[in-house]
């Protein structure tokens, strides 16, 4: 059994990445132990709000990089640990076993070189799924400058894989995270796709990567405005398939000349993640979404900002509107929009009706006429005046770890 | 009239045939005043009627079965008359009315589907395991809505070869996989002989839990909403 104080260390340093999803991938149980979920499983909640899927551990935090805003970089003077991969496997089977966790989220610091650490990785993984037949959920951290060879093959045992952009730009990797690059990322991302675009082509036996790969930008490091994080999500999103984009908001665990000393504000990486659920189930794009200033309204989501500022479409008829019209109207969530366009089919929605059918219509009422009436105000400034003050600092929770159903679906019909 | 029926499928079935045409019906299966005046009938499950009944439903909407048993778990004050409601309007409609949510009696039968499909959905992350002496597994839940067999395959389907027990201790039932079959049963009270190192494993599990905590970004609130305070009574984590 791993330690106690060594499972502390190892996990204090990867609690700051933020995916911790389980879904995507329907791994079968193949005579072990554990299944994938494709929803995804939620298993606990910790005070800060943030839910516990995956059991999120460091293999080492014996880092000898030095990226300036990381906990475990070679300078730092922390206590440094390594476990072994049986303590490892050890821990998932008898956590999984409890129903604790939904599988596992290994990652490393750059043990001696990036092979190694890769290599302690795959070991890991290959252990738990062949030794251990281990058949749940796991996501494994790609090693920047680690060879392909190695990444490839833990790909055929992991769900998911990811490689952390953090910065989003040449210029601010240099700055903050000197022994990476753009290229050391970005060059492994797009080999992981190809491949398994021809895995999936050849029909290959077995999985590679199913739950496909995902990647993480820290917020308010560096000076990049919201359009261009925006931009970069959006090819990520079309050009690289990948599956999710995280944004961590940063928190200063680093006193450093080239970091800022205060934490980047926690609504700016709410609006980021409202702006990225637009664009993957909105319609949304980048360009769209982003203020003339290039970045996103602090004041009000991104919906309301863009309905605003393009109020000659609005108000919409309810019970005529395309379904990508009603899936731009503030308040209208993906399912609101659903339910509207089902139960219309049977009878003409009057404002009560929806109400009945828990459309939230705080907002909504500005741009929608049902039946012919309207309820909202006419006037663009006085709804602007009225959406604002709605904005109170509760309703901008952090909406950063979606990994049920409930919950997205909860995002989705209430909080865009 | 009110029918009072045993809150089986059948008896619903039964009851519901009877009461069909009864403006005035009121169907419960809980303990219900009755009002001076107020007649009652004690519905005998009737297996035929029950069939007939059934499978005029099932032609009517092929679904129907799946939510009648959904409704019939919940743990709702109203629900066997939510229940009733949207099965006469089903019957009287003769087409699939589920997505007609401006309806009253579908949009009532609709939220209370859902909430017991929530329900299942969070235990499925939230019961916890203990491990016995034996090897077998065994985990205490108290759920809104009666739930206890409904979460079995899932495990059944990941954790194939432990034996558990999932045990709903407010209704005083468990559901049992014995390692081959899954059965339920009633169990009020369990005499559980833990292995040697369950306690050193929940413990662990409570450092992991407070090690992947931010503490300076405490948001308890929504901790509360995504895990509401009734179902901590369970985790080794929140105790």
């Known amino acids: 059994m791993i330690s106690e104080e060594k499972l502390r260390i190892l996990t204090e340093s990867a609690k700051y990445d933020v995916s911790c999803s389980s879904s995507g991938s329907a791994r079968k149980n193949n005579g072990g132990m554990g299944n994938g979920y494709a929803a995804g499983c939620c298993h606990s909640f910790t005070p800060d709000g943030r839910c516990i899927s995956l059991l999120k551990i460091l293999l080492s935090n014996d880092c000898i990089f ?32 409890r129903n604790y966790i939904e ?62 952009l953090e910065l989003p730009t040449e210029r601010s990797l240099k700055l903050l995270a000197p022994q990476k690059s753009k290229e050391s990322l970005l060059v492994p991302m797009q080999r992981l796709q190809r491949e398994k675009s021809i895995f999936k082509e ?36 079309q050009k690289a398939g990948l599956k999710r984009v995280y944004y961590s908001s940063y928190v200063p665990l680093v006193h450093d000349s080239l970091l800022p000393d205060i934490p980047a504000g926690e609504r700016r990486e709410h609006r980021l993640y409202q702006a990225d659920w637009l664009l993957r189930f909105y319609g949304f794009t980048a360009e769209e979404i982003v203020e003339d200033d290039g970045n996103l309204s602090l004041e009000l989501d991104p919906k309301c900002s863009w309905a605003l500022r393009n109020f000659q479409y609005f108000p919409v008829e309810v019970n005529r509107a395309p379904l990508e019209m009603l899936l731009r109207v503030p308040g209208i969530g993906a399912r609101s929009a659903y339910k509207i366009t089902e139960a219309r089919k049977y009878t003409k929605l009057t404002f009560e009706d929806l109400k009945k059918m828990r459309v939230v219509l705080k907002r909504a009422r500005h741009f929608i006429t049902t039946d012919g009436k309207f309820y909202g105000e006419r006037q663009q400034s006085a709804v602007r005046g009225l959406l604002t003050s709605g904005e109170t600092h509760e309703n901008a929770v952090q909406l950063s770890l979606f990994s049920d159903l409930e919950t997205a679906r909860s995002a989705l019909t209430g909080e865009l | ?120 959905h969070r235990m499925h992350g939230f019961v916890r395991f203990m491990e016995c002496a034996s090897g077998a597994l065994y985990a205490p839940i108290s759920p809104d809505h009666d739930i206890a067999d409904a979460l079995v395959p899932h495990f059944r389907a990941r954790l194939s070869s432990y034996p558990f027990v999932i045990h709903d201790v407010k209704r005083g039932k468990a559901a049992i996989y014995d390692g081959e079959h899954t059965f339920l049963a ?52 929140r105790n």
Request: include cysteine; proline fraction near 5%.
């Open chain 2, 186 to 237: 009633p169990l009020d009270r369990a005499e559980v002989v833990l292995s040697a190192d369950e306690m050193a494993w929940q413990s662990l599990w409570k450092s992991y839990y407070e090690s992947v905590n931010i503490p300076s970004r405490e948001r308890l609130k929504q901790l509360r909403g995504y895990m509401p305070v009734r179902y901590w009574k369970f985790l080794p984590e």
């Open chain 1, 103 to 164: 599988g596992l989220f290994l990652s490393s610091a750059v043990v001696k070189s990036p092979n190694f650490a890769m290599e302690q990785l795959l070991l890991t993984v290959k252990k738990l799924r062949t030794e251990y037949h281990f058949f749940g959920y796991i996501h494994v951290k790609g090693i920047p400058r680690a060879d392909e060879g190695l990444v490839r093959e833990t790909a055929l045992y992991a769900d998911r894989m990811s490689f952390n």
């Open chain 1, 202 to 237: 050849e029909k290959r036996k077995g999985h590679f990567l199913p739950a496909g790969q995902t990647t993480q930008l820290i917020v308010g490091a560096s000076p990049e405005p919201d359009g261009l994080i925006l931009r970069l999500t959006q090819s990520l999103y």
């Open chain 2, 1 to 120: 009239m009110i029918y009072f029926y045993d809150g089986s499928k059948n008896a619903f079935l039964t009851a519901f045939l009877l009461a069909y045409h009864d403006e005035n019906a009121v169907l419960t299966c809980g303990s219900k005043q009755l009002t001076i005046g107020q007649e009652a009938r004690f519905v005998q499950t009737d297996p035929e009627r029950a069939a007939r009944t059934e499978k005029r439903l099932l032609e009517i909407d092929p679904n129907s079965m799946v939510d009648l048993c959904t409704l019939l778990r919940s743990g709702d004050e109203d629900r066997d008359m939510v229940a009733f409601d949207y099965f006469r309007l089903l019957a009287s409609r003769g087409e699939p009315i589920k997505a007609m949510l401006a309806e009253d009696a579908v949009a009532a039968a609709d939220a209370c589907i859902r909430r017991v499909g929530l329900e299942i």
């Open chain 1, 66 to 97: 030095n990226c300036k805003y990381c906990m475990s970089r070679s300078e730092a003077d922390v206590p440094r640990m390594t476990a072994t991969p049986d303590e490892i496997c050890e821990l998932v089977m008898d956590f999984y076993k």
